[in-house]
């Protein structure tokens, strides 16, 4: 099966830290995810990869970046921690055949106060 | 553009009722079409797909059946259970080569004893 790990399940931070969620996928997928989601407007999408060094931006970039240094491994990092950042925050992967099922992690939940 | 509409929520029904989420999308091309599922304190996992127009998907009693003429894929299950209390995604997918999914806002469907 298929794993997809976040390092932590829940999270509170302050407004202004600098803020790293780590996801870690066993598969050797290419692609990894990174969404939040928030009650009302469902999934959205922060960041993508599509292999080791490549990122692109998904519909809600600001006040993020990522990292993907190893295949494996896909961060985002919240530069300066604000209110508005307060969100659960869901990883995925996928293969690449362009009709690919997204294996999700378990989210992390963060607050930031 | 690419969008996937389903119904909003809660949907609240008594355990062994009929059980329908509609789901209809736009896109351009010929998508794969999901449902992915979120039970409480969990991340997403697939619950059925299909790629191809008259395809039906199915899993743990859900089936869902891809209109091309209709545009729809519409989730459905015969008897629900208190179990299938979650949070169901429609989702759908393009082989344009970024393969990004493009969800669904969700529909909370709470199943009463």
């Known amino acids: 099966d298929v794993k997809v790990t976040q390092s932590s399940r829940y999270l509170v931070k302050r407004t202004g830290e600098k803020v790293f969620l780590e996801c870690v996928q066993d598969?050797?997928?290419?692609?990894m995810f990174w969404y939040r989601q928030d009650p009302g407007l469902g999934l959205r999408l922060i960041y993508f990869s599509y292999d080791v060094k490549m990122k692109e931006k998904g519909d809600i970039p600001e006040g993020y970046s990522v990292s993907r240094e190893k295949k494996e491994r896909f961060s985002l990092i919240l530069e300066s921690a604000s209110t508005n950042q307060t969100s659960m925050y869901l990883c995925a992967s996928s293969g690449t055949s362009g009709r690919e099922t997204q294996y999700f992690g378990p989210g992390t939940r963060l607050l930031v106060l | 553009g690419d969008s996937v509409t389903q119904m909003e929520g809660p949907v609240t029904l008594s355990e062994e009722a009929f059980l329908t989420i509609n789901c209809t999308y736009t896109a351009t091309g010929y998508p794969s079409l999901f449902w992915y599922v979120q039970y409480p304190g969990e991340g997403l996992q697939l619950l059925l797909k299909?790629?191809?127009?008259?395809d039906k998907g199915s899993n743990k009693g859900f089936e869902a059946t891809y209109r091309k003429e209709t545009t729809s894929f519409h989730l459905e299950k015969g008897s629900v259970q208190v179990s299938d209390s979650a949070v169901y995604f429609c989702?759908?997918?393009?082989?344009?080569?970024?393969?990004?999914?493009?969800f669904g806002k969700g529909t909370r469907l709470h199943i009463l004893p």
């Open positions: 989702a759908l997918t393009l082989p344009r080569g970024d393969d990004k999914i493009i």
């Open positions: 299909a790629t191809k127009a008259d």
């Open positions: 598969m050797d997928h290419e692609n």
